[in-house]
C-alpha cells in the first residue's frame, strides 16, 4: 500500500500517523483487496453499505432521523413490520429551535443517540439544519431556523448529544439545500458572502465545534456542480479548511459521476432504486481505479475515513449500554415540546384557561385527533406512543369539564393526485363546518386545533402558497363567528397566513409536530401548568410576496436556476433592512408573565479584534407567574463599508425566573463574531468603527441598547 500519498488527496485533514487508531486503520486497509474497498464505497441495502466480514469489518448501518430513529424498511421502503423498532418520537426540527435551549438540543441528541445505539445503527441521519430561505420550503418543519447563529448553536449540542452515544451523527444537507422543488437538478447560485455568512456557519460550527464523524451532501448543484461531486463545499472547504475527518455520504440518489464524486470528496454512495453493482461507487469505479482514472490513494482516503468512524462508532473500544423508549427519552420529548410552543396572540386573559368559569369546551379540527409521527414522504418514525391533543386536553381537564369534539374539517391530501393538488388548500366541507358551529355555540369555549400535517408540509415538494390547507380558513370564520372564546391551536412545521385569525380569534398558540408528548404539552400550555417560553425561529411575513427569494421572484428559480438574489438578506434580516414589517417577527412569543429588560452595561468603550465584550442586564419577571425569558441580543454596524443587515442576532439566553424576581444576566460577546466575510480577501474582517448592541425579547422588541468601539490598529 503506498501510504506516502495516503493524506495527499483530501488535504491532510487526518490524524497524521500517530497513534494506536491510525496504526491499526493503516493495518486494516493493508490487509483488503480494492474489490473489497469499493464493496465499503456503496449501499448495499436501503440503509447499509458492505463491511468485510473475514477482517472483523462490520456492515455501516444508519438510519433516519430526525423525528427518532424510523422503523426498519424493506427494499420497497414499506414497513418490515418488527415489533421490535418503535421509537421516541421527538418534536421536529423548527420545534428544537423554538425552544431557544442548546441544553434540549443536547439532550434531544443524547436520547436520538442512545436510541440509534440501541437499534444497532452506526449513524444516525440528524441534525438537518438548513436555512430556512423561504416559508414555502416543504421541510422546513424538519429544519431548525432561518439564522446562522442559532442552528449553530443547536447543531453543536445536537451533534455532541448524539455522538457521547458511540453513534455518528449526518448532519444534513450540506449544502444550500433550501427547496423541494427540483431538488435533484436545481443549480444553486448564491454569493461568496452569503455562503460564508448565512448558509455555512451552522455547519461549520457541527464540523470544528460540534465535531461531527459524518456529513450528508445535498441533492441540488452550487454553482454548477452537483454537491456530492463538489470540490469546493467538500474538499477546499469541509476536508481542508474546516479539517473534516470523517465520512462524506451521499443523500439517497444524490450521486451523479464516478470519477468526479470520487475525487471531489465524497466518500460513499448511498441510494436506492437500482442493482448496487451499478451504482456509480461500485463496478465503475473499480474500473476507474483499474485504468488509473482514481488513484488507489483516493480509495484509501475514503476507507480511512469510514474505519475512522467505525473505530468511533460499532467498532469503538468501550461497550455502551442504550435502551429505547426510556422514560428520560420521553421526558426530552415532553420539555422541548413544553418549551417549543409558542404563544402568538392573547388578548382578553383567556390563557391560561380560567377553569372555575369553563366548564364545556368544543374541542375542533381534525389536528385534536391527528398524530404526526409519520406522513408524506421521507422519515418518520414508528412512536411507540403519541398522545393528541384532544387526549391530552381530555387527561388534563375531562375530570372536571365536558368536552366534545368535531372534526370541523378533513386534512386529507393525496399528492400524487393533480386534482386533489390543486383543490387541497380549498376544500370546506359544508357539513363538517356545520357540525362543528354547534358543538361551537353550545360550549364555554372552543379550542380550535388547525393547520398543517405530515402529509400537507413534506419532504420532496413545497407548499404552493402560505393559504391555510382544507378549507380551515372558513372553518375558523364560521367558529369565530358563533364563539368569541376561541383558542386556536394551531399545528405546523412552517409560516402559514395567519393574518385573519390573528384580527378574529382572541387567543393564537403554534404547536408543532411535537412528538410523543405532543398532546400532554398543548394541554399544559393551555391550562398554564407550563408557562409559554417558545420564540419563533422564522419570520411570519405579512404576506409571501414580502419575504426575499420571493419578493425577488428567486424561489424557485427559473430553468433550474435559482440565484439567491437576496444575497445575506435572508429571513428577519431582509425585514429590517427593507423596512417591511412582519406579521410575527423572528424571536417572537409571548408569555403568561411580564419580563421588563433594565439597565444595559458594555465592560467597556473600546475593544479590539481578540477581545470579547461582556453585556449585563437586569431582567425582572413583573408578572405572577414563574417563567422563562429568552433574551436576544443583536449587533448592528452603523456605516460600515459593506452592506450589512440591520442587525444580527449574535446572542441569546433563556434564564427561568420566579414571580417577582429580578436577576442579572451577563452574556458575551467576542468581538471576532463581528466578523463579515471579505470576498476580495476571501478572509472574515473584523470592521473598525461603532457597533451597537440591542438587546430585548424579539428581533422586534430590543429596549435595551448600547455601543462600543471597535478598533483594528494595534
Ligand atoms: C432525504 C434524506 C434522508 C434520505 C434517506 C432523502 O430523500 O433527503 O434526508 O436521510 O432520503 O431516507
Redesign the pocket.
Known sequence: MAVSAFFALNGGAQDKGKGELDQWIRGMIGKMTLEEKIAMLHAKGQFTSAGVPRLGIPELQSD??PLGVREEVNLDWSPKGLSTDSATFFPNGAALAATWNPSLAFRYGSALGEESCARGKAVI?AP?FNIARTPLNGRTYEYFSEDPFLNAELAVQSVRGIQQWHVAACI??YALNNQETQRKFVNVTASERALREIYLPAFRAAVVRGGAWTV?TA?NKFRGTYCAENAYLLNTILKKEWGFKGAVIS??GGTHSTVASALNGLDIEMGTGKPYNQYYFADSLLAAVKNGQVSSAAIDDKIYRILWVMRKTVLAKDSTRAALNTASHIRTSYDIASEAIVLLKNDAGLLPLKLSKVKSIAVIGENAVRTFQKGGV??GVKAKHEITILQGLKEALGKNVSIRYAAGYKGYYRKDDPVDKKIAGHRPLPELIAEAVKLAKEADLVVLCIGGNRDYET?GEDRANLDLPFGEQQLADAVTGVNRNTIVVFTGGAPYNLNKLHAESPAIVWNWYNGSEGGHAVADILTGKVNPSGKLPFSFPVALEHSPAHALHSFPGDSLEAPYKEDILVGYRWYDTKGIASLYPFGYGLSYTRFAFEGLKLSGKDFRPGDTVTVTFRLKNKGSLKGKEVVQLYVSKENSAVSRPLKELKGFGKPELAAGDARTIRMSLPVASLAFFNEKTMQWEVEEGRYTVRVGSSSAELPLEGSFFVHNRK
Open positions: 433516519d432521523g441521519l438537518a444534513k444537507h450528508m441533492y443523500d439517497w421521507g422519515a419532504e
